[in-house]
């Protein structure tokens, strides 16, 4: 087995257990970097995924974390309305500021085990499905959840992300 990115998988099963959220990680054997690859090995539905995805919005570019359904595409206008900034200020974040805001690179970042907490939505689309699958602090490995569990783990709110 070759060497993976411990450290991120390391801060996502502390931060479940100090939540009372332990879980069985699931590990694999080749990356799982999208919600395709992702549902693929698991054999769900690619809504099942949970992204974990960051912006930067308004003028301090506080970054953002979104957990979007793997089915959708996150409408930064949306977002933009809900945080009361415009629009051209919402961007996806690059490679290392998700590093620097999660402590975990892009194709495996987590929705819990960062430096910091961050500010949170959950895609609606998520509560809809029994089981979702979200990453574990590297592009190898996910855990199971809840969409309401997602909520409870990040403080985050319930929100439409994806464009009508």
Same mark, same amino acid.
């Given at each position: 087995?070759?060497?993976?990115?411990?450290?991120?998988?390391?801060?996502?099963?502390?931060?479940?257990?100090?939540? &009372?959220?332990?879980?069985?990680?699931?590990?694999?054997?080749?990356?799982?970097?999208?919600?395709?690859?992702?549902?693929?090995?698991? &054999? @769900?539905?690619? &809504?099942?995924?949970?992204?974990?995805?960051?912006?930067?919005?308004?003028?301090?570019? /506080?970054?953002?974390? #979104?957990?979007?359904?793997?089915?959708?595409?996150?409408?930064?206008? *949306?977002?933009?309305?809900?945080?009361?900034?415009?629009? *051209?200020? %919402?961007?996806?974040?690059?490679?290392?500021? #998700?590093?620097?805001?999660?402590?975990?690179?892009?194709?495996?970042?987590?929705?819990?085990?960062?430096?910091?907490?961050?500010? @949170?939505?959950?895609? %609606?689309?998520?509560?809809?499905?029994?089981?979702?699958?979200?990453?574990?602090?590297? /592009?190898?490995?996910?855990?199971?959840?809840?969409?309401?569990?997602?909520?409870?783990?990040?403080?985050?709110?319930?929100? /439409?992300?994806?464009?009508?």
């Amino acid at each position: 087995m070759s060497r993976h990115d411990v450290t991120g998988r390391e801060a996502v099963e502390r931060a479940l257990e100090a939540a &009372g959220a332990p879980r069985e990680i699931r590990t694999f054997d080749t990356p799982v970097p999208s919600a395709a690859a992702a549902a693929e090995q698991l &054999g @769900c539905e690619v &809504g099942a995924i949970a992204n974990s995805l960051v912006f930067t919005a308004g003028e301090e570019a /506080e970054p953002v974390l #979104v957990l979007a359904s793997g089915a959708h595409r996150v409408d930064p206008r *949306r977002l933009a309305t809900h945080l009361g900034v415009a629009k *051209r200020r %919402v961007k996806r974040a690059d490679p290392d500021t #998700v590093l620097r805001t999660t402590g975990q690179h892009v194709g495996g970042v987590a929705p819990v085990g960062h430096p910091a907490p961050l500010r @949170c939505f959950v895609d %609606v689309a998520l509560t809809a499905h029994p089981t979702v699958w979200a990453g574990a602090g590297d /592009e190898h490995s996910m855990f199971p959840t809840t969409g309401e569990e997602l909520v409870a783990l990040t403080g985050g709110t319930l929100l /439409e992300v994806a464009a009508d």
